[in-house]
């Protein structure tokens, strides 16, 4: 592949004024920051290092307080969230006085730029993840490419080994992966594919998934932008180009991921965006798309653009509902076990977090995180008491709470139009059925009643009626995703 991309990219990249910083600093300074840097990397591990803290740099120690910078706020964002304390922690064992660590982005100045991809310090995917029977190892340097595109910063945890499949993103996985598995020159079968779901649902699971594994093969490209990045990075990089060096560049993309677009703003950089959709779409390159509302609710874009955004594959991820929350689990402890194979989750604990921790998988994450530090910071073992105390925040406020009968009723009638009177009726028009079927499997589901009590609380029907719509809609919510959702957000209002 021809290096002009890189070129025109990177000439115009946003990079720091570093080596005036370097100048301040006195060398037991300097010696000071790399001890910090391996004690952080001895803690959070080779690739979480490699991702997030490889390219911060010190600028000034001061008093109580050290002063560090980054190249992208994605970067600063991302620690300050995820790695604040422990960027603390490991200065204060360094340098006792530490109370505060003052985190920026470097400013921006153009530098010209270096005339090579940079050796790679790559992120390896922890568990050597294959896709077609290629080593993603192999097809490095995946993110040196994908970072010379101006791409975001990859997590490698976040791989389609890594991500569970269940009822609620079957179809999203699968339009996912038949995407990161086409050669290049293929035709492209739904474009763009966009995939919308609420916070937590993995929704950058997946697009990050199919930037990993994408790159395989060394012409292919997959570039991943976060819409943050796009307006402040990728958008800018484009401005700078003439007409011909624009083209040459998207030239290089095979597939442009965007995560996030309900951020992108601004009306010069929604045209940008239409620009560089529409370039990407007419040569039969492939757009993948998240958000967390479908097209028609981005109510910043035109209306041209909203119907180009639903013509591909629009895909909703649900809630993940309790089994799916079980598996993911399941697969965390899996694999944080292979750092620190001490760490025993029993199965009923596992059970209670994914029964009662809510449905977003951050919280998942948060509390089995909890848990693996307890159990290493107190060497004690994990028991259902421990977790029902670390995660209590996490838990759905005073569960689990009585759900009375009436209150189904009329939760589910409210729901569905009717009157509660309608429910407890015998009329068996389908708009009455179909709520009452739900009602009845809820007052199963949600309280201790049994079904011959539950038939007479419904207009005095037969336990087998009562059994008959529990099945029923059993059945159908293991196939319908837009029921199965229903059903949650009916439960959640009921349990809060
Ligand atoms: P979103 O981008 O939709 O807000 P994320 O992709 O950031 O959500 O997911 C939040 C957390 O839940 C991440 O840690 C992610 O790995 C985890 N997660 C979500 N869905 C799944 C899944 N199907 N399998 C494994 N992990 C998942
Ligand atoms: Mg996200």
Redesign the pocket.
Known sequence: MSLVPQTAFNSTAIVDTVDQHETKMTNTDQERWLRVKERLRVEVGEDIYFSWFARMELDAIEADTIKLSVPTRFLKSWIQSHYAEKLLGCWQSERGETTRIELTVRSAAIRPLQPKLKPVEVPLPPREPKLNGHDLRLAMPISAAHEGLGGSPLDP??TFE?????RS?TLAHAAALQVARARRGDAVMFNPLYIH??????????LQAVAWAGNVGPDRKVLYLTAEKFMYGFVAALRAQTAIAFKEALRAIDVLVI?DLQFLQGKSTQAEFCHTLNALIDSGRQVVI?SDRPPADLESLDERMRSRLAGGLVVEMGA?GEE?RLE?LK?RVAAARLHHPGFDVPPGVLGFIAKSVTH???D??GALNRLLAHSKLTGQPVTLEMAEREVRDLIRPQEPRRVKIEEIQRVVARQYNVSRADLLSSRRTANVVRPRQVAMYLAKTLTLRSLPEIGRRFGGRDHTTVLHAVRKIENLVSSDVSLAEEIELLKRQLQE
Do not use: C, M, Y
């Open positions: 945890r976040l890594s991500f569970v499949v269940g993103n779901a609420g916070v937590g649902l993995g929704k950058t699971h997946l995560d998240a993940l799916l993911i697969a977003n998988g951050r998942l994450e």
